[in-house]
């Protein structure tokens, strides 16, 4: 019955995390998770799956990367083969608005962790199945400028209390090389943008070939990488586009929206967002503001965390729910920080003491101590067998936990032994007090 | 680009909860998680993917029921065709131990709450997505018995947290029916287990028909059924077994276990642990004691956590990995909670204060007031536009949310109003304390 050896391989693209990791990982997830409450957005799960229809003509080349799911039995193939995993989070949170509308109370902001699916080629960073952390707020027709501020300065929230060390938010407004695109002349939005996006990949020579091959004289191809090359921390790149020479109604529109967010950002979070005219996001259902994220130092990682706003993602063709979002790529994030910068958790268990057994006689004595600690909120563990103390100790050791419980006996009361330092001092489960950095596993990085 | 609106409808199976119920399922989530961390257990999460050929022969009928997945674009359809979502959290943490038993310390104790798939025929309260919350402890080589009555134990307390009423855990040992038919020379025990499953929801009439109709005597129908009839939730189940005449080692082993797991029951958690030798689970995998459990007055709802202890399931040939563990179906739990007793959250955010804006020009001064109130722990939002104060009491007030500040003018301070009472007082963002049974949304009955 049980397969061999053999096949108990990884699946590529599908990462697993070992329990230290994981715990770093939950780490990251329960604080991204208070920051999100913490502003009032309400937690949602989706579905893992949508019609394949409904997945199809989102988020640009998604038709390439989508599974379909369906069942072996088959008798319902021609039923079920229509459905897919979902590739984000933000595709069937809008179909979410729209089944839910009448349920619902607008403007509605929302955040949603979950798990999203990519066939995609996989490599190191991008994962198949991966954990996605977003916020959204959708409203009916119209939507407030100010929460294209705020997406922003929530996720700068959430990274400040985590070990993510510098990062920079960049910033733009999709308006603004659309406008710049036009007042030169160049009509072809999408596609300028999409070859101005390979801009750090491939280098400004190979970008103005490719957009001269498309049409565009060498002017208009200078123009748009003088556009690309614009970024400040202050408003100073208002300046600066203007200085290019070029005007139209779209490209105004999109430096006010734009010099909004970065004032907003200034003021609230200094030296966290940049506006860099560069940045366009592949996903075509963006029509205003875009962020992409950095961690100073590891640049080359790509954008950790990313979003815009859209305007016709929800809509069932009377009603529009224009919408703005941002999502933290928690598995890349964590994956990194693991394979690059060493963290970890200190201990691979929650457990913060494990409770010593005398005998087998006793362990309902231990089970009492265990069940007192447990109770005023420490994490403990009874041991799993009677063996001598030094190998109930070494047991401790090998999973992290700092302190191993030892019950008394009739002529003697408990103990309890930090085994980091070898300290044993008396101690009674109903009044001893677990330090609060050793209550829960700690942030550290691997030897 | 935007499918119809006809296209935005459920998905038979794949269930999905309005804010507010979701809030009630966090709370559970919440409550679980936080239990099996008290208890040692380690966070775990494995993909939702395994191949094929390790879903089939495990589980039962399992094979009709996995969801194939692959990628729509094809190009490797040959090579990912063998991936289903797996329909369990057992099996994958049976391969992620075998996978990776050489970075792990055994025993070890994992909880893991996740999605599960079945492409079951939908009903109420059966779902084809679902999430369960699992514990398992695996060991190598031998498992200590003392694990079999702990897992049913740790569920306890979780569920003496929670708002499920009264509820009662049912357990058997796979040995005692075992033993006891073999004694009876009933040989095809799997069988003749299959048979008396049924018992619940076919009678006994129909039970001896089938056993008789498979080869057994009416004699040896009529032991089977009285096996199936005992339960107490003390020790007397010994002897009523013992009454019915019937000896074998195995029955003799099997009733060891199964009364060493209600007598720590009955010492740790009084009432909570029932034998019932009735019970069998479907499950092919289960070897020793196994776990149901009834919420008392909704019996009719089926099983909503189960489990028990397996030997076979982790073996790469040379060496096996018994373990014991027990799931709540989470999804199950809670749709039948909201659904039959009308169970849901106080709000539909965590949100606990709004924050008014006076005006467009002052909405950075109601940013501070929140970015205080959140520095000290209070979830809040910020009005999303500056109406008259009324309608942004009506948008708490629809939300369920107990405060609403109004920040100060030059000339005065700032006032909070609980506006369930109505009552307004002077506040400083700085000091203010939030009511402890405001500060998270509460589980309330809907009216």
Redo the contacts between chains.
Sequence with gaps: ?????T?????SG??????AD??LE?HFLDTIREVF?????????????E????LL??GGDA???????????GE?TGR?AD???HFDLTVPFA??V???AG???F?F??YQIQ?V?R?ERPQEGRFR?FTQADIDVV?VGEL?P??EAEMPLVVA?AFRRLPVGEFRIQVNNRKVPEGFYLGIGLTDVAGTLRVVDKLAKIGPRKVTEQLVAAGATEEQARLALALADIRSGDLSFVDEVRALGVSHPTLDEGLRALAAVVA?GA??APGTLVADLSVARGLDYYTGTVYETQLVGSEEWGSVCSGGRYD??A????TTYPGVGISIGLTRLVHLLVAKRGLTASR????AVLVAVVD?ES??RS?RVA?TL?GR?????VA??AARFGKQIR?AD??GIPFVWFPGTDDAGDQVKDIRSGEQVDADAATWTCPAQDLRPAVVTRD
Tied chains: 1, 2.
Excluded at 1 to 5: C, I, L, R
Excluded at 63 to 73: F, N, T
Excluded at 377 to 381: A, S
């Design positions: 019955m049980t397969p061999p050896a096949k108990v391989t990884p699946i599908f990462p697993e995390l070992l329990p994981r715990l939950l409450e913490l502003h009032g957005f309400a937690p949602l799960e989706t579905r893992a799956v019609p394949v229809e409904r003509g989102k038709d390439k990367e989508i599974y379909g799911v369906s069942r072996l039995a319902e079920d459905l897919g995993l179909r979410y729209l089944e839910h349920r619902l109370q403007p902001r929302r798990k699916w066939g199945e409203d407030a100010h929460l929230e907003a003021e609230q016709s993602l809509s069932d063709g009377r691979s268990t929650p457990a087998e362990r309902a089970g069940a447990r909120g420490v994490p403990c563990e799993p067998s047991y090998r999973r």
